[in-house]
């Protein structure tokens, strides 16, 4: 039996820490698809996203750890998990999803699924929000500089 993993994630401004993720999350079976969030999910959730949803989807798919990139569901995040039909969906240490509710969500929809959380990733400092916050420092100091 194929032991079908499923990661999820903005994957907005790839950085060492998705990529961390998306090994740890291949690790778990044989075969890794990963939904990338749809700029309206991601804007909801998280922030909106610099890197258009289309876009976001190409990089994620060349990956080496990513057997197939999907784009999620603009409305029901549970009906991708119901088109995938995950064995195993890997959770990041900060995504928000309580893994119990899922595990329960996707089963009252006919898909028994274990819900794992990864543990935090070595390369936290790199995150997307830290690298905006670093390279606005960045611009900020050129500019009093140039004064």
């Given amino acids: 039996m194929v032991v079908r993993v499923m990661a999820t994630g903005v994957f907005d401004l790839l950085h060492p820490g998705h990529v961390y993720f998306l090994e740890e999350a291949k690790k778990l079976g044989d075969e890794l698809v990963v939904v990338v969030a749809r700029d309206a999910t991601a804007k909801r959730l998280k ?16 990956l080496k750890p990513v057997d197939r990139a999907i784009l999620g569901s603009p409305t029901d995040i549970y009906q991708t998990v119901v088109d995938v039909r995950p064995n195993l969906i890997a959770l990041g ?55």
């Fill in 47 to 62: 922030h909106e996203p610099i890197v258009p949803e289309h876009l976001r989807l190409l990089v994620v798919q060349a």
């Fill in 93 to 147: 240490y900060d995504q928000i999803w309580d893994e119990q509710e899922v595990e329960a969500e996707a089963a009252r929809r006919g898909v028994k699924v274990k819900v794992v959380r990864l543990p935090e990733l070595p390369h936290d400092h790199l995150a997307t929000k830290r690298l905006v916050e670093r390279i606005l420092e960045r611009a900020r100091a050129t500019e009093e500089s140039a004064r």
